[in-house]
């Protein structure tokens, strides 16, 4: 091994084991604190020699990892040099101080080396003024590709989409085509592409040839005969979620994107699809814990703004949850063990609900819950709750009973867990589909609404039926 | 429109609307009903030629619709002609409720169809004996290449590789390759690829060469000259979530699998991959509530069994914070305000513990926690967490003072929601980053301890300083 091509450990070598010869995508620290030595230097060669051994989506990896003062030399340094791609591959919040430290100039100079949709990905970070000032650096013909794209929302289908693809008329032969793609100049075809577009003379959308078809066909066959249908149209205003379906429904590597004549205007590929993919899996599971965004380079102001809204909405329903106990003040005064059995139907009630509401919210995430399917789904859930919930009550009763040497507390808690388990499971499925029905987001919306209900029904029935039972 | 090339709503069509034209994804009702109606008249042809015009993932959709008993009929009707890569694409209660309803002649007749991945992804939910009696109707090439596969560990590159890829000696040229390339029958190369092997004579991988790349460069071009390393070299054992990592580390659409030796012996496509993507995250966020396994169409019983063990170990954990709050019975009975401010502490507490457990466990997924990230992120948590916690704790306090006219009832909730915040947040993510570093599952592994230890420190705090403060 020799430092220059094996920077990355088992970076094209064999890994005899993932954890000694370290797995793929773990830097070695030695090149980390190489890196940072040369920003220490200022030795604005070593740096570029470094960058230029290493894939973009490593160089990206050995800027998240340098400390925050030699991160910013580096940019400093580097400035117009940066590779684009290790720019756009970086963390939210990475990217964002990179761009911060880089000159108009230096933004401007790798936005003319990237594609449409990464160089909107990049400025869609920067300030309004910022953007006009980097944007007026850039050649007209790339300007309004960018304009363009910036004028989509931003989880759309126009933003994830590039200009780059190649497209050949419907009339066209195979030999033609290949003619064509040999004559035009490189920079004019995407870096790489996995089939091309058959468009009729108004550029409406008519197929797609994969190139491991064309490749095969002899040269006089009609791109007509080879070419197949696309599977779902595309268009530009579709959102990013429902683009990732089709690709997942159809194993698509990548799509067309079309106008709302039909209009062939732009490709989308899987790179930027797994993305999004891993985007909304990330929201999902943050969101049902109650975080707004999450990210290594994080600082502690935006963790805490991302997570105080949750807690500060909590710190009013657990209060509700107080004045629930608290309408039953005398009663726990009379019976201590109440309160000390608390916990127990506040926390397995709350966990009950939580697991109806997670697989739910997955689910629907999956596309698993339309049409007839909601039905089974939800009789399921109660059924579920319901045997899980004479199971753990009996359980809880039967301990509950034993510990206060009284039948009636056991019968208490079990008849209180029994129907707060009913309660959770229906609860946990109901609220996610309706959110789902009016167009919130079931994840972002469902888990207060969730939760706070099971907490106030479970002290109620809890302690309402104590009441009844034992005073 | 009509029925037959739009029974898909929007499909090939423009939707106007997500909402109104019907999303991609969500099958015309009409087109189920009719399909069900072919079923019960046990017309054959018909559900032949309705299957014929679907996409293979638009039948599978369509079979996951069907009621359980038309289901079954259609299966049984079908069989062996059933399209292969429909069943495929069916989620695992369907495809093994699929399997088990057709003939072992059924099955092979479609596995001579798939490629091997596919195949052996089949053939692994059935049962030793049964497998054994379909391999022994599938042809000896292909009944070699599947078991070849199905010897590689479950969640390994070896299950997921297929053995159709094209590859090229390294001295030929651009010419001689796509010579090569139409001169064999379809059959023996891949239905789709994106890009061709480059090996030395030893079948050892040297590089590869995107199809857009070799569609571009003139015939007498050498391979060599235009071939590209391979990022990192995938090994038949490597685990699906390192082989995922890599596909997203550099954003391939495909990749080789070589042996210990180096030999090429596979191919990965992105496809596979986007179902691996899908296959962690949903374990992930299934397990951090307690759930084993999800599905549309899992049993109750299948439903019950993957979410009562941790229900289960919840009772216990549950009745151990009750032994906690046990322990200060003399206090609660002579402050009954402790039982009702309970919720609170244990609410908030936990909310702030499982926000910084969720962080961590997607950290870790997405391998943003390694290196000086961890020293980062530890701080990080704890000060949000401080922070988190004085602004909860103070409004806390407040509220308890005003409710109970006692500032020292404050102090106590106060006091002890900052200290158990800070607990929580710490707990949060060393319990994760020790579980990782152990080599367990930390979605999975950490949930029951992470909350346990804040419910139990959580009460213990607050009912021990309360005990010191008040009596």
Not at 25 to 53: H, K, M, T, W
Request: net charge negative; proline share 4%; hydrophobic share 50%.
């Amino acid at each position: 091994m020799n430092d220059a091509s094996d920077l990355r450990e088992g970076n094209l070598s064999v890994p005899q084991s993932g954890e000694e010869a370290g797995a793929p995508g773990v830097l070695a620290p030695a090149v980390i604190a190489q890196f940072v030595a040369s920003v220490d230097e200022g030795d604005r060669q070593q740096l570029l020699d470094a960058i230029a051994e290493l894939h973009p989506a490593d160089t990206a990896d050995l800027l998240e990892h340098l400390p925050a003062d030699a991160f910013r030399k580096a940019i400093h340094l580097l400035d117009k040099d940066l590779p684009p791609l290790a720019i756009a591959e970086l963390s939210d919040e990475t990217r964002l101080a990179a761009l911060n430290e880089q000159t108009d100039a230096g933004i401007a100079a790798m936005i003319e080396r990237l594609d449409s949709d990464d160089a909107s990905f990049l400025l869609n970070d920067l300030a309004e003024d910022r953007r006009a000032s980097v944007l007026a650096r850039v050649s007209a013909t790339d300007r309004a590709a960018i304009e363009t794209s910036l004028a989509f929302d931003e989880e759309s289908a126009g933003r994830l989409m590039q200009r780059g693809f190649v497209a050949a008329p419907v009339f066209w032969t195979v030999g033609q085509t290949l003619d064509h793609m040999r004559s035009v100049a490189s920079d004019d075809l995407p870096e790489t592409f996995f089939e091309i577009y058959i468009v009729d003379p108004a550029f409406r959308l008519q197929g797609s040839v994969p190139l491991s078809t064309l490749i095969r066909a002899v040269r006089d066959t009609p791109l007509k005969s080879i070419m197949k249908d696309v599977a779902v149209s595309i268009q530009r205003e579709m959102h990013q979620e429902e683009v990732a379906y089709v690709f997942q429904q159809y194993n698509l590597a990548s799509a067309p994107v079309v106008d709302e004549a039909g209009r062939l205007t732009g490709m989308i590929t899987i790179d930027d699809i797994v993305d999004v993919i891993q985007e909304e899996n990330r929201e999902d599971i943050l969101a049902l814990s109650g975080v707004r965004e999450a990210g290594a380079h994080q600082s502690v102001l935006s963790a805490v703004r991302a997570r105080i809204p949750w807690l500060g909405m909590n710190l009013v329903t657990a209060f509700c949850a107080s004045v629930v106990v608290a309408i039953f003040q005398g009663t726990i005064e009379q019976v201590v063990a109440l309160a000390i059995l608390m916990p127990v139907v506040a926390g397995l009630c709350g966990n009950a609900g939580s697991q109806a509401l997670t697989v739910t919210v997955r689910a629907i995430a999956e596309r698993e819950l339309d049409g007839p399917l909601i039905g089974r789904a939800v009789r399921r859930e109660a059924l579920t709750a319901l045997v899980n919930g004479v199971v753990i009550a009996s359980a809880a009763a039967f301990v509950a009973a034993v510990w206060f040497q009284d039948v009636l507390i056991g019968a208490a808690i079990g008849g209180a867990m029994v129907f707060t388990f009913l309660f959770a499971g229906l609860i946990g499925i109901l609220v996610p589909l309706a959110m789902k029905r009016f167009g919130v987001d079931p994840a972002v919306a469902s888990p207060v609404l969730v939760l706070t209900s099971i907490d106030l029904i479970g002290f109620f029935v809890f302690l309402g039926l104590a009441t009844l039972i034992l005073l």
